[in-house]
């Protein structure tokens, strides 16, 4: 709208900047995608894989929805030829997130997440899951990246069981990770031990924590992890390159941070993405880590209580089993109106982070024991946004 360069009332001025305004959030809205389809949530449809005649398949779509390292998804299936009932695990390395988990450990815990899903999907569909961890044998270490495409992570044998309606499978559906505000109020003790009796016997134990000294200390520690990754140009970089910054972007990649992930959606989230579009400069740099620095603030002053799973020792099974354990905390703290978010700085193991990870785990872990996932837990002020999946058939391996 061109304003006249005469005389101008007060009304036209106001009407001159109210329709600069309107147009420019409308050029925001459609450069952040607004009228686009969201391709990438299809997985979250329960009916999404419903027309797929390999229930193998139905359940990696089940899997997909699973919590995962830095949304990566990093996961290939491998479908037997000879036996329609077996299916095979893999990790994808070339999803690895080599400068925040130079060791692969949240990759193999990323690996049980899926695995946890599966099984519970499989409940729903009437099978049994038989799962086994590394049946072709460990990793070799010193060519770890070459292994994971040669071994996989587990075989699925399906055999028929009873269809159960289980009381976590419409619990798959929602948000895994909810990174906004909680409640004040803790978990009361009824149902931090029904979350105590989720661990196995696999070496695996958890710990809760709701008292003032160690919400202090754990949110400390929290805090100094992310001014220390927030600090480290090349751990931002790889966070930052996987950002999606538009609804074009998403359903393009549809893996990666978004900034649903920060708890925004609906107007503002698409006024910030085109925002973010026009001026890409503020998802890099200094920008991108006050702000990460900023979201974790919030995050820990909003937290009342935080959790561990912690493993006897640290082999890849250990760490695959967390990452089921995680799951199934996930799904039945669903079931008691719980959500969570993993807060995984203060554990990744790339040099700057050494003497913090050490500290860490010497103060909350017991002798010989790792922690395996941090966590904080509570009741969430408003739902968590999904976030991107990948089409199923995009995991399948050939």
């Known amino acids: 709208m061109k304003c006249s360069s005469g005389k101008k009332t007060l009304f036209k001025i106001l009407t001159c900047a109210l329709g600069a305004g309107i147009s420019m959030m409308f050029l925001l809205f459609i450069l952040g995608g607004g009228f686009m389809k969201q391709t990438y949530l299809e997985p979250w449809n329960r009916d999404y894989a419903s027309h797929m005649a390999d229930p193998r398949v139905r359940l990696a779509a089940a899997g997909l929805l699973a919590a995962n390292n830095h949304n990566m998804q990093p996961w290939k299936v491998k479908l037997d030829q000879e036996d329609p009932m077996v299916f095979y695990l893999y990790a994808d390395g070339s999803r690895a997130t080599k400068e925040v988990d130079p060791l692969y450990r949240q990759l193999m815990i990323t690996q049980g997440t899926f695995l946890e899903y599966v099984k519970v999907a499989g409940e729903k569909e009437g099978f049994h899951t038989d799962i086994t961890i590394f049946p072709e044998g460990d990793y070799e270490e010193d060519s770890i990246l070459q292994s994971m495409d040669q071994k996989p992570v587990a075989r699925i044998l399906l055999s028929p069981g009873n269809m159960e309606e289980s009381p ?15 409640k004040k109020e803790a978990p009361d003790p009824s149902q931090i031990s029904v979350l105590l009796n989720l661990s196995d016997e696999n070496g695996l134990s958890m710990k809760f924590y709701t008292d003032h000294d160690n919400l202090k200390k754990i949110g400390k520690y929290v805090m100094e992890g992310a001014e220390i990754e927030a600090g480290v140009t090349r751990v931002m970089d790889e966070s ?18 978004s900034l649903e992930g920060q708890g925004v959606s609906g107007l503002k989230k698409c ?4 925002i973010i579009t026009l001026f890409p400069t503020l998802k890099e740099g200094k920008g ?9 603030k919030t995050a820990v002053t909003h937290t009342p209580s935080y959790a561990m799973i912690l493993s006897r020792d640290n082999s890849r099974t250990d760490q695959v089993r967390s990452g089921m354990l995680y799951s199934r905390l996930v799904l039945t703290g669903h079931t008691l109106d719980l959500t969570m978010q993993p807060l995984s700085q203060v554990l990744e193991e790339y040099p700057e982070m050494k003497q913090t990870y050490e500290n860490f785990n010497h103060e909350y872990a ?14 969430p002020v408003k739902p968590a946004p999904y976030s ?3 089409d199923v058939l995009s995991l399948i391996k050939e």
């Open 388 to 390: 991107m999946r990948r």
């Open 366 to 379: 017991s002798r010989g024991q790792t922690v395996q996932m941090l966590l904080r837990i509570g009741k």
């Open 240 to 257: 930052n390159a996987i950002f999606r910054t538009n609804e074009k972007e998403k359903n393009q990649y549809r893996f990666g941070y």
């Open 271 to 274: 006024m910030l993405q085109g």
């Open 288 to 296: 991108a880590s006050e702000n990460f620095i900023r979201y974790t």
């Open 168 to 182: 976590l499978y419409p619990e798959m559906f929602l948000a895994d990770t909810n990174r906004g505000n909680y």
